[in-house]
Nanobody
Framework: QVQLVESGGGLVQPGGSLRLSCAASGSAFSFALYTMGWYRQVPGKQRELVATMAVDGSTNYADSVEGRFTISRDNRKQTVFLQMNGLKPEDTAVYYC???????????WGQGTQVTVSS
């Protein structure tokens, strides 16, 4: 069983920064083989991609966060991070961590962490 545990969410003023972390664990879970990603969801809307990092280190960002957010990973600690700078009220959402090996059935989600950007 794979567990993904997010942390680092909270309330921040517009223009502020937060760093999300996602710690992965599980028996026979090889973190380095997984594409790691962050997604977010607001009530009434579909979950959307924020950023992903593949096993080769290549990254993909949503246009709305490009230049403000940075995804990184520490394979030794089995942790993925999302550094969020220049936060805007429209970044308010529940942020979810994802681990997958495309195109296989190996696809796991964390429980989510709330990020609220408000003055």
């Amino acid at each position: 069983q794979v567990q993904l545990v997010e942390s680092g969410g909270g309330l921040v003023q517009p223009g502020g920064s937060l760093r999300l972390s996602c710690a992965a664990s599980g028996s026979a879970f090889s973190f380095a083989l997984y594409t790691m990603g962050w997604y977010r969801q607001v009530p009434g809307k579909q979950r959307e991609l924020v950023a992903t990092m593949a096993v080769d280190g290549s990254t993909n960002y949503a246009d709305s966060v490009e230049g403000r957010f940075t995804i990184s990973r520490d394979n030794r600690k089995q942790t993925v991070f999302l550094q969020m700078n220049g936060l805007k009220p429209e970044d308010t959402a529940v942020y979810y961590c994802n681990a997958r090996i495309p195109p296989t059935r190996y696809d796991y989600w964390g429980q989510g962490t709330q990020v609220t950007v408000s003055s």
